[in-house]
């Protein structure tokens, strides 16, 4: 295994180890190129890392860290987050080691918020040609983690009454990258309040999914 890999690795299997005073690592947003607005949905990963470090034990540092695809540092987080609206643009450098950081042990988050799917496909397939996204059944471990969503991914927001779908790209039989599609996970995450229509159970619901994804990726 590659030393980054490696390194990646050994950083996930301490994630519930370390003294609880000492946070054990950062989540991080991914900050892309293309023009795509990748700083949405602000306070998302802030409050679904409070949840997670109230409700499942972990041990997150409360904020979050911006990392670009071709960045070396991108090998201190074992999860990344990425979300927006519009167009999304990975250089062949970018997607040989957002690939690098996949394959060793790294995740991937795509939260489509809604005009993200036509530019960000494309793109994954720069860094994973032979793979194509599957949805993963209502069955599958990510949906019954400490909270149980028999119905799969849950629908958040309403955009063009489409149904909601939980994705992913499986690199020798591991989940490296899940696509939450036409659900608006992270809008969920945000303050409550943020959106007209907002309710406190949509609220709840969306951080739990969340939660378990957190404790999928460091379970499988």
């Not at 991937?108 to 040609?129: A, S």
């Not at 149980?148 to 149904?163: M, T, V």
């Not at 989940?175 to 659900?183: H, I, K, M, Q, S």
Request: charged letters at 20%; glycine letters at 10%; one cysteine or more.
């Amino acid at each position: 295994m590659k030393r980054k890999g490696l390194m990646l690795l050994l950083i996930i299997e301490a994630a519930f180890l370390m003294s609880p005073a000492v946070p054990s690592y950062k989540l991080a947003r991914l900050k892309y190129n293309g023009g795509g607005d990748w700083y949405a949905n602000r306070t998302a990963l802030i409050n679904l890392i409070a949840f997670c470090n109230k409700n499942i034990g972990t041990n997150f540092d409360p904020e979050e860290a911006i990392v670009e695809a071709g960045s070396s540092s991108i090998y201190n987080y074992p999860f990344i987050y990425m979300t927006g609206h519009g167009n999304v643009l990975f250089s062949d450098q970018e997607a040989k080691n957002l690939r690098s950081y996949l394959t060793g042990g790294g995740f991937l988050h795509i939260d489509d918020n809604y005009g993200l799917d036509k530019y960000v496909r494309p793109q994954m397939k720069k860094v994973f040609p032979e793979l194509t996204f599957l949805e993963l059944g209502s069955g599958h471990p990510i949906y019954n983690q400490k909270f149980n969503f028999p119905a799969g991914l849950p629908k958040i927001h309403e955009h063009d009454g489409k149904r909601s779908q939980g994705l992913a790209l499986v690199y020798k039989g591991r989940v490296v990258v899940y696509y939450t599609y036409e659900c608006d996970l992270g809008n969920g995450w945000e303050d409550y309040g943020t959106y007209p229509g907002d309710s406190k159970a949509t609220h709840q619901k969306a951080l739990e999914m969340g939660a378990n994804i957190i404790q999928f990726v460091f379970t499988q």
